[in-house]
């Protein structure tokens, strides 16, 4: 369960990073990817490859959450109008 609520944060934290830098929502899907491909290698690099069922749903749905939200939230900034400033 603490788990859970860690990957939550993380999750959050990541949509954050996607928001700031990414910006684009075409583009979210592959930074975020990427994100959690290093995630597992550095995790594999440091206690060996994930055996735990549990480990890699937990990973899966916090990749899939991070995606479809960090997709939603830049798209969002995408729509927002343009505002021009008169002098």
Request: proline share 1%.
């Amino acid at each position: 369960l603490g788990s859970v609520f860690a990957n939550l944060l993380a999750v959050a934290g990541n949509v954050w990073f996607l928001y700031i830098v990414v910006e684009r929502a075409k583009k979210c899907l592959d930074f975020a990817a990427t994100m959690y491909g290093f995630h597992i290698l550095f995790c594999w690099y440091y206690g060996g490859m994930p055996t735990h069922w549990q480990w890699w749903t937990t990973t899966i749905a916090s990749a899939v959450v991070t995606i479809l939200v960090g997709e939603y939230v830049c798209a969002r900034r995408e729509m927002r109008e343009i505002t021009i400033v008169r002098r």
